[in-house]
């Protein structure tokens, strides 16, 4: 996924910007191109043309495509240390997981995206920090198992990857979605029933509890 490019340094009129205001500007494109084309399919003249700001800038502030990808993981990142905290049940970490598709679709189109473009480890620019995040929720299961609260036969890694696919469902498999519940995968209030019977199944596993 790396690119290169020489780097310049901006103009005079360039730099007298607010340089924080323009990352913004640059970072909010970023989502919505990448969320749209992926990785490989994102241009970063379509990006600076949407922020209203010159090329270059791209390559000042993030040092080019890749940084820039980079970037908008770390957004997320946040994001998501906002959305969940571990002292939340894990039944209403999945629920707003899913309620992500109503308020940031473009986070988890960027995800799904990171999934299709994936070509084997080392490719996937937040695979370290997402790991991680994923790895604790695994364990997390797999303490209650070990208390009890789970079958011995059931994998908490594997469960993980189902509870997170399924949350990702209105954003990822639209077309399911609508032939399956014949309604618009997008529509708010179906959004909002989809993330409770998410949770409500979660919350049949016995994860109803921090």
């Keep these: 996924m790396s690119t290169s490019k020489p780097r310049r340094s901006p103009k005079p ?22 969320a749209a084309h992926g990785f490989a399919g994102a241009r970063t ?5 949407q922020a209203g700001v010159n090329q270059q800038l791209i390559w000042y502030y993030f040092d080019g495509k890749e940084g820039l990808y980079r970037a908008i993981a770390e957004r997320w990142q946040e994001r998501e240390n906002d959305l969940v905290t571990q002292d939340l049940p894990m ?23 990171g999934g299709l473009e994936y070509d084997g480890p080392g490719d996937d620019l937040d695979q370290e920090r997402r790991s991680d995040r994923l790895s ?14 789970l079958p011995a036969e059931l994998d908490p890694a594997c469960l993980t990857v ?9 954003v990822s498999l639209p077309h399911v979605v609508a ?13 909002r029933h989809y993330a409770d019977q998410v949770a409500l199944v979660a919350g049949l596993l016995g994860l109803d509890s921090p």
């Design 13 to 34: 009129q360039e730099r007298q910007r607010d340089p924080e205001r323009t990352r913004k500007l640059i970072l909010d494109a970023a989502e919505a191109e990448f």
């Design 91 to 113: 039944t209403e970490q999945i629920r707003r997981y899913a309620l992500e598709a109503l308020h940031n679709p473009n986070g988890v189109r960027l995800l799904a995206w």
């Design 179 to 191: 032939g399956v519940c014949g309604t618009d995968p997008r529509d708010p209030e179906f959004v």
């Design 136 to 149: 604790g929720f695994a364990e997390r299961l797999r303490a209650r198992q070990e208390a009890g609260d």
């Design 162 to 170: 189902m509870l997170m696919a399924a949350a990702m469902a209105t």
């Design 45 to 49: 003249g379509a990006i600076a043309a």
